[in-house]
C-alpha cells in the first residue's frame, strides 16, 4: 500500500484519485490518501504573495513524505515552488491536462468598460491589465466553488481550465483563453508525484505512471522558473509544447507594475531553453 499526502481540498483530492485510478489501471499498486492541511488550506483570505506565495500549498504534504507518515505527496505542479527540498523527488508526471486560463462569466472581449474580474494572482493581474487597462481587479481567495459563486458579485473571474475541467464544473459563460492573451503559470494542468530520493521500490512503481512528454514539458518550464530563482517573487509564466522533435518554449516576465516582458525560444534540451529565456528576460528588466 503506497501511501499519498494530499491537501482536503475536492481538486486535490480528485487528484490523488486520478494518481490512484492510474496506479490500478497499470497493476502498480494500492494508494491510500493521508490529508493534511496547509497554511494556504488554513488561511483563505490573505492574498498568497503575502502569506509566502506558492509554498503555502506544499510545505506540509512534502514534510510528510520527508518524515515517513506518507509515501509519495500529489501536487498541482503549478503550486510547487522553484526548488525541490533535499530529499525528495519528482518520481512520476501524468500525462498534462488543459494548461490554460479560463475567464468564467464574460469573454475577454464581452466585459463592460471598467468590470470587476477576480483573480488571486499577480500574473494574470498583470497580463489582464495588458489587454484591458480599464478592468478593475478584485484580489480573491477560495476554493473552485468558492471562485465560481463570486461570479455575478463581479463580471468575471479567472480561473485554471483544468481545476473546471477536472471537476466538471461547466459554468454558462467560459472562455479559454489562448497563450498568446494569457501565457500560464508554470506547470499549470500538470500532476507532480514526489517521493523520497532513496524509496526505490516506489520510484519503480510509480515509473508506470509517468508520461515522458509532459514530464520533459514540465522540466523545461522549470527550469525558467529555477534560472529565475527560488527567492524570485515576480509576476512570470512559462508555456512549453512539442514542435517535432524540440520544444518551443515561451515565458513572460513583469516587473509588476505595468512593464511585460516576452519571449520565445526552441531546442531539444528544454531544460536549457527554460534557462536561456530566464536569462534573457531577466537582463531586460530595468
Known sequence: MIRAATR??????WQTDHVTRLMSEASSGMVDPLVVSTAGDRDKTTPLHEIGGKGVFVKEVQAAVLDGRADIAVHSA???PALTPDGLVIC????RADARDVLVGSSLDGLRNGATVGTGSIRRQVQLIAHR????LVEIRGNIDTRLG?????DAVVMAAAALDRLERTPAVLERLDVETMLPQVGQGTLAV???ADDLGTIAALSSIDNARSRRVLEAERGFLVELGGDCDLPAGA????VGD???VRAMLSDGDGIILHASQQGTDGVAVGRALAIELRAQLP
Open 78 to 80: 503549478k503550486d510547487l
Open 133 to 136: 487597462p480599464d478592468l478593475e
Open 92 to 95: 512520476a508526471v501524468p500525462e
Open 194 to 196: 514526489e517521493c523520497r
Open 150 to 154: 463570486l461570479v455575478g458579485e463581479l
Open 239 to 242: 508555456f512549453a509544447q512539442s
Open 246 to 248: 524540440e520544444l518551443l
Open 8 to 13: 482536503g481540498s475536492a481538486l486535490a483530492r
